[in-house]
């Protein structure tokens, strides 16, 4: 009976052991299992990645086909265009071949612009002349004025005037200085012409103011030459002899002589007219015969 005890502990030892291995067989197998579950849902996960990126570059790829596609298919479609237009291109005829026809009007304008052309150029060179005449005659100094003098063509008045409220007589014009400008060198003055009174506003240094005094043909000038601070330096001039001289000078002349008794002696050679003498007229004769 002692004997059958200690088999039944040993057989029950065994069994535990057993059930302890194959419980941690079950575990070992459930956390594998377990392990190689996460270890394929991880490549799962990693697949569906290459496979959307695949998709992705194969559509690329197909885009990249259709624009080739399309490239290679418009090449020989512009070929065809262009050798098209080489075919059908009409050749260029040489100008020279085509006859002009001249308009008239268009002469008859032409004409007139070389007229006027003419004529703005006699123009400038009588503008030219009469500018270099008178740069000739204005006298910048009291020397000048004395050479302009010794000519015996115009007669000279010098003059020095202040700012002043009253007229002063130079020659045949009267002179107020109204206003001297030294920095930009003008003056604005009023004179006194023919019992008129004339304002001339901004005149400048050596600026000839040039008019007519009575019935003289020829100008009477004014010239400022020296401006200072409310004071100006100048002179006027006016033609030495007036036309009543000149008439009576060509009329004493021998040549106005000469020239007088020439119109008397055509005068005289003339034959008078029939109209100059009265004729007279005949008294119409009268009938002695009575009616009966």
Same mark, same amino acid.
């Given at each position: 009976m002692s004997e059958q005890v200690p088999s039944?502990?040993?057989?029950a030892t065994r069994s535990r052991g057993a059930a302890v291995v194959?419980?941690?067989?079950?575990?070992?197998?459930?956390? #594998?299992s377990f392990h190689e579950h996460g270890v394929a849902k991880r490549l799962a996960a990693q697949n569906n990645d290459v496979t959307t990126a695949l998709n992705g570059t194969r559509g690329q790829i197909e885009a990249l086909t259709t624009r080739l596609n399309a490239l290679s298919t418009a090449q020989p479609a512009d070929q065809a265009a262009t050798s098209a237009s080489r075919v059908y291109r009409r050749p260029v005829r040489p100008a020279s071949h085509r006859r002009r026809i001249e308009d008239p009007r268009w002469k008859k304008i032409q004409g007139q612009l070389d007229e006027q052309g003419k004529e703005i150029e006699?123009?400038?060179?009588?503008l030219a002349s009469a500018r270099t005449e008178l740069q000739g005659?204005?006298?910048?100094?009291?020397?000048?004025?004395?050479?302009?003098?010794?000519?015996?063509?115009?007669n000279y008045y010098e003059f020095d005037l202040d700012k002043a409220s009253q007229l002063q007589h130079e020659g045949p014009v009267g002179v107020r200085l109204r206003k001297a400008d030294t920095?930009?060198?003008?003056?604005?003055?009023?004179m006194l012409v023919d019992d008129f009174k004339v304002s001339k506003k901004h005149v400048n240094i050596f600026e000839p103011?040039?008019? #007519?005094?009575?019935?003289?043909?020829?100008?009477?000038?004014?010239?400022i030459n020296s401006i200072?601070?409310?004071?100006?330096?100048? #002179?006027?001039?006016?033609?030495? #002899?007036k036309p009543a001289d000149l008439e009576a000078m060509s009329a004493n002349s021998p040549a106005g002589n000469a020239a007088t008794s020439v119109n008397a002696q055509e005068k005289s050679s003339t034959p008078t007219s029939?109209?100059?003498?009265?004729?007279?007229?005949?008294?119409?004769?009268?009938?002695?015969?009575?009616p009966n």
């Open positions: 039944t502990l040993g057989s194959l419980l941690i067989a079950l575990a070992a197998a459930a956390a #594998y006699s123009t400038r060179q009588d005659s204005i006298a910048r100094t009291h020397d000048e004025l004395v050479l302009l003098e010794k000519k015996g063509e115009r920095k930009h060198q003008f003056a604005d003055l009023e103011v040039v008019f #007519y005094a009575g019935d003289g043909k020829q100008p009477v000038e004014l010239i200072s601070k409310n004071h100006i330096h100048g #002179y006027v001039s006016e033609p030495k #002899y029939p109209s100059d003498r009265r004729r007279r007229l005949e008294v119409p004769k009268t009938s002695d015969t009575k």
